[in-house]
């Protein structure tokens, strides 16, 4: 199934189930208010959702309405836990990082609107990051990677922005629905996505990176990593960006990799950090490429 939370003037906005092809919407509040309440009880709550979600596609939902994303928050507006890292080493070795991810927790708080404006504020060397994240139910502490694949509930389109160099997000936001691992029918499996991460910038193609192919460290494996020390609440989000792609003929998924790769190709990077007025637009499709999946993250700069 898939699911959003619409603007209601709350931090944690309303729930609604969305149609497969994120046309149509039908608000959940008969079943749960937000996307959390339902990761709290995922057992009982997500087949009340499933019911409205096979009669939402039917036509059969007696109250839908026209899905309009620019009203979406981000499918989780906030979480205590946020976590980040990187399993590709394209990535890693372009960036001349070390060779295992280097997992990080993000400060928690409000994440950004699928489509919003941030203000760069004098911040320089402005890099973004794109990529999948699974937003999981409860994870015990020290459990085995295959029991915690089992915890994934959702997965989600993500955007990060930060100051190269700093270790830590300046902002972060989801592309507006969140979808159950079933939806990506074929393309999961072995506990990777099979995905294509489109990114632009200024409209214009800045990378076509699959999400699966090269990635070193299964979802598995990175729960299981973040969870080993104290384990995890439902509704943390594991991040595993920036997406890259052994073969840079595909683009990229980060300003850094891209400044990086040119700078060991050509001596010095060419390619601007991000600044004001700027415009990054960040999809994801299946390999059949014949339904959207998350919707997209719309990101201006002033």
Not at 73 to 94: A, I, N
Not at 190 to 214: E, I, M, P, S
Not at 227 to 251: K, N, T, Y
Request: net charge negative; hydrophobic share 40%.
């Amino acid at each position: 199934m898939k699911l959003a939370t619409m603007r209601d003037g709350s931090r944690d906005g309303q729930l609604v189930v969305v149609s497969r092809d994120l046309t149509q919407a039908h608000y959940a509040s008969g079943v749960a208010n937000s996307v959390q309440q339902v990761l709290e009880d995922w057992n009982f709550l997500a087949p009340e959702l499933q019911d409205l979600y096979a009669e939402l596609n039917a036509g059969r939902a007696r109250h839908a309405f026209a899905l309009d994303t620019a009203q979406c928050l981000s499918p989780l507006p906030r979480t205590h836990g946020w976590f980040v890292g990187c399993p590709y080493p394209s990535h890693l070795e372009r960036c001349a990082r070390e060779k295992a991810p280097a997992w990080r927790q993000e400060p928690g708080g409000a994440f950004l609107a699928p489509t919003a404006t941030w203000a760069c504020a004098g911040v320089t060397d402005l890099d973004f990051s794109a990529g999948l994240a699974v937003i999981t139910g409860d994870v015990p502490r020290g459990c085995a990677p295959e029991q915690a694949v089992e915890r994934v509930r959702l997965f989600a389109l993500a955007l990060t922005l930060a100051q190269a160099g700093s270790g830590r997000a300046c902002a972060g936001t989801f592309a507006p629905v969140a979808v159950t691992p079933d939806e990506l029918g074929e393309a999961w499996r072995a506990a990777k996505a099979h995905l294509t991460v489109q990114v632009q910038l200024n409209g214009r193609k800045f990378g076509l990176c699959d999400t699966g192919a090269d990635m070193a460290q299964d979802f598995g494996a990175c729960i299981a990593q973040n969870a080993q020390a104290q384990g995890m609440s439902a509704g943390s989000i594991i991040g595993a960006l920036p997406v890259s792609s052994a073969d840079a003929a595909r683009g990229f998924c980060s300003l850094r990799e891209r400044r990086c790769t040119e700078a060991a190709q050509d001596g010095e990077a060419t390619t601007p950090w991000l600044q004001a007025g700027d415009e990054l637009r960040v999809q994801a499709r299946s390999a059949t490429g014949d339904a959207p999946l998350f919707g997209a993250i719309h990101l201006q700069l002033s």
